[in-house]
């Protein structure tokens, strides 16, 4: 059977809203939900639970305004590097870099003293 475009949308657009108004997560996949976690553990340092709420709760709305989205991956105490994934919009966007560097990592190092650099990972 062939079925046209125009009387697929409404449907298949309702079952998308319906599960975004629905509250569900986007993915079920345990490893993609524990990669991109922003979620404070107990076993999170101080320095990793400042990032991580500064990620949820500043930079990744603003950024999800523009259709992107940001993913924690971590950060090395050593070195003084977080480590963030662009998704989205983001990933390939020709601002993005412009974005990371004095957008996500200004805010970064003002307000958490021991982050040095933003890096991106692929």
């Given amino acids: 059977d062939e079925y046209s475009w125009p009387l697929l949308k409404p ?5 998308i809203m ?14 993609v939900l524990e990669s991109s976690d922003t979620a404070i553990h107990e076993d999170d340092d101080e320095v990793v639970a ?10 990744r ?4 305004e523009d259709g992107g989205d940001i993913v924690y991956r971590g950060f090395n105490p050593d070195t003084g590097t977080v480590t963030l994934k662009m998704m989205g919009a983001c990933s390939g966007c ?3 870099a412009v974005t990371l560097k004095s957008g996500i990592e200004n805010m970064l190092m003002h ?3 021991e982050v040095k650099q933003v890096v991106e990972v692929s």
């Fill in 11 to 15: 449907d298949i657009f309702a079952a």
């Fill in 18 to 31: 319906d599960h975004f108004s629905s509250g569900e997560p986007l993915f079920t996949d345990k490893e």
């Fill in 50 to 59: 400042m990032i991580k709420e500064l990620l949820d709760t500043r930079i």
């Fill in 61 to 64: 709305p603003a950024v999800q």
């Fill in 94 to 96: 020709p601002s993005s």
């Fill in 111 to 113: 307000y958490i003293p």
